[in-house]
């Protein structure tokens, strides 16, 4: 008869909340600011980066975690380089990690509306070169990185890339680069037919169709004085 279940290696991918301060005033005061850029965290799996803390009494982690929760993102494990918040992960029933600290979080748009299977690759090279067609459902993410894809990009897929994205065929799903906050990275695609852009978490849907000059044609996405921009490759 065959098992119920079987336990098998994995590697879950998470993103990190660096925490900077105790208040919960201005910690809540941030997260409401921001809930429209992070809106899209709900389904990603998150760990409480608490680095800049010395002791574990020096902050309210339930608090925290509960405050989180309110707006959407979901902690799932706690970050810290001394073995001394083990315990304090387990009474909050948090998985503990003493890995190295990333350099910032990241913060990722909207996924797939409807719900459906998703298959997401990660990989951690300079450059990733994607050959084959990215199919709905499908999540690939360039960590520390550029992206590069060579074949479709269906709707509902997903590109992340902690670099720049570089789209060389027809591109109908989602496309964020500079996932960990970095302004000066951009996304090239050659068929603008995007679901959304996102660079360093400023994002654009696009429900209705783009003006005649970009869709369907070579465009660059960029941010310029915090504001998302999308122009035709060789526009000034």
Same mark, same amino acid.
Request: charged content about 20%; glycine content about 6%; hydrophobic content about 40%.
């Given at each position: 008869? /065959?098992?119920?279940?079987?336990?098998?290696?994995? +590697?879950?991918?998470?993103?990190?909340?660096?925490?900077?301060?105790?208040?919960?005033?201005?910690?809540?005061?941030?997260?409401?600011?921001?809930?429209?850029?992070?809106?899209?965290?709900?389904?990603?799996?998150?760990?409480?980066?608490?680095? &800049?803390?010395?002791?574990?009494?020096?902050?309210?982690?339930?608090?925290?975690?509960?405050?989180?929760?309110?707006?959407?993102?979901?902690?799932?494990?706690?970050?810290?380089?001394?073995?001394?918040?083990?315990?304090?992960?387990?009474?909050?029933?948090?998985?503990?990690?003493?890995?190295?600290?990333?350099?910032?979080?990241?913060?990722?748009?909207?996924?797939?509306?409807?719900?459906?299977?998703?298959?997401?690759?990660?990989?951690?090279?300079?450059?990733?070169?994607?050959?084959?067609?990215? +199919?709905? !459902?499908?999540?690939?993410?360039?960590?520390? !990185?550029?992206?590069?894809?060579? !074949?479709?990009?269906?709707? !509902?897929?997903?590109?992340?890339? &902690?670099?720049?994205?570089?789209?060389?065929?027809?591109?109908?799903? +989602?496309?964020?680069?500079?996932? /960990?906050? &970095?302004?000066?990275?951009?996304?090239?695609?050659?068929?603008?037919?995007?679901?959304?852009?996102?660079?360093?978490?400023?994002?654009?849907?696009?429900?209705?169709?783009?003006?005649?000059?970009?869709?369907?044609?070579?465009?660059?996405?960029?941010?310029?004085?915090?504001?998302?921009?999308?122009?035709?490759?060789?526009?000034?």
């Amino acid at each position: 008869m /065959k098992s119920a279940f079987d336990v098998k290696s994995s +590697r879950l991918e998470t993103l990190a909340i660096c925490l900077h301060t105790a208040d919960l005033t201005e910690l809540e005061e941030t997260l409401r600011q921001r809930t429209e850029q992070y809106r899209d965290l709900e389904i990603m799996p998150f760990v409480l980066d608490v680095e &800049d803390f010395a002791q574990p009494d020096d902050l309210d982690i339930p608090a925290v975690v509960s405050l989180c929760a309110r707006y959407g993102i979901q902690i799932l494990g706690l970050r810290h380089s001394s073995e001394t918040w083990a315990e304090a992960a387990s009474r909050c029933h948090l998985v503990f990690s003493s890995g190295d600290k990333p350099a910032e979080a990241a913060a990722l748009p909207k996924p797939v509306q409807e719900p459906q299977p998703v298959s997401a690759t990660v990989i951690s090279n300079p450059t990733v070169l994607i050959s084959t067609p990215v +199919r709905t !459902g499908q999540q690939v993410y360039a960590e520390n !990185g550029d992206l590069i894809v060579t !074949g479709i990009v269906s709707q !509902g897929a997903e590109l992340i890339a &902690d670099g720049n994205i570089h789209i060389y065929a027809p591109m109908r799903g +989602r496309a964020l680069a500079g996932a /960990k906050g &970095d302004t000066n990275a951009r996304i090239f695609i050659h068929s603008m037919q995007a679901e959304l852009v996102s660079v360093a978490g400023i994002y654009r849907n696009f429900e209705d169709d783009l003006p005649g000059h970009l869709h369907k044609k070579p465009v660059q996405v960029s941010l310029q004085d915090n504001r998302l921009v999308i122009s035709a490759i060789g526009d000034e």
